[in-house]
């Protein structure tokens, strides 16, 4: 795995600075112009990696090479407790000589230790992922075909209003309400709504930025951003938001006693005991949300552009048979004149 190299700037001079087998290693780019010193940065790191790469690329390798790409988003943590199941029966592997033999076998063992298909899927479709950047970055010629079980389908689980608001009347808890407020009335995912700031929050134009800061995003219309948009507050949420401003001890919107909130699981699950709706996730607000709006008749890209999702194809895929004039003139061109 290549370390991560950095331009510093050390008496005068650039160097490049990374870590390696703990220690902080560094070697003089012999420039005091940036511009210099980030071309030459660039020309190291490739040599380093020529120079470093090992003789068998296997996919512990690639697995290590890619995760490291992904650092700061929630598949780099996902990918360490995927890691134990996938390097065990892969990891020595060349990456370029998996055959469709092993991944039935990788499947037949996970089955047996009681994984679902499901997840079964994903943790070979992240294998895939991983091989596939590898032949992008030309440590393999190609990428071998990884065998997967069928996806399943997905649980059609959505709330009905008279539900939502049994829901939202068991949640005993500030914040719990207050995502689950937020949920129903953004469709926002829920990493976007606990890791929301209130300077992401404008209540005077009464719209929300569900983009993180940290991407470093120019302002852009709603859905031009894959997972999360900048959507309307409506009345409901304006009224929640209003009184959690007052009540705010730290920076974050969601937040527990002055400090933000990782998780809000146990809350929904307790509040789904209350409610009589156990089934009840943070996804479910979403999908209902979806659902909502097209039972209303919104149309499938503006649902798309509130969910902020990049192609309307796929909200039409799922949500599109809520809709009250879902395949109406087709009905109605097999009207039948009986008399």
Known sequence: ???????VL?????????????????????????????????????????VNRPQTITVEFVWNGYRETLKGRPAYNTMGFEASAVLASFGLCHADQIIDQDCLGYIERRRASGRRDGTIATELGRLRSALKWA???????????????????????????????????????????????????????????????????????????????????????IGLKKGRAVVPINRTLLEALLEARTNSLSPFVIEWDGRPVKSVKKGLQAAGRRSGLPWVTAHVFRHSAASWMAEAGVSMDRIAAYLGHVDSRITSKVYARFSPDYLRDAAEALEIDHK
């Open 1 to 7: 795995m290549q370390p991560r190299f950095r331009a």
């Open 135 to 221: 032949e992008r970055k030309n440590l393999i010629a190609k990428a071998p075909f990884i065998s997967r079980p069928a996806m399943s389908p997905p649980r059609d689980l959505r709330l009905t209003r008279t539900q939502a608001r049994d829901f939202l009347s068991s949640c005993v808890t500030p914040h719990i309400r207050l995502f689950v407020i937020l949920s129903m009335t953004t469709g926002g995912r829920a990493g976007a709504l606990l890791g929301l700031t209130w300077n992401q929050v404008d209540l005077g134009r009464k719209v929300i930025d569900l983009r993180s800061p940290s991407r470093g995003l120019p302002s852009l219309p």
């Open 10 to 50: 050390f008496r005068g001079w650039y160097y490049a600075a990374w870590r390696e087998r703990g220690e902080t290693r560094r070697i003089s780019l012999r420039t005091k112009d940036r511009d210099a010193a980030e071309r030459g940065l660039r020309s190291f790191a490739e040599q380093y990696e020529i």
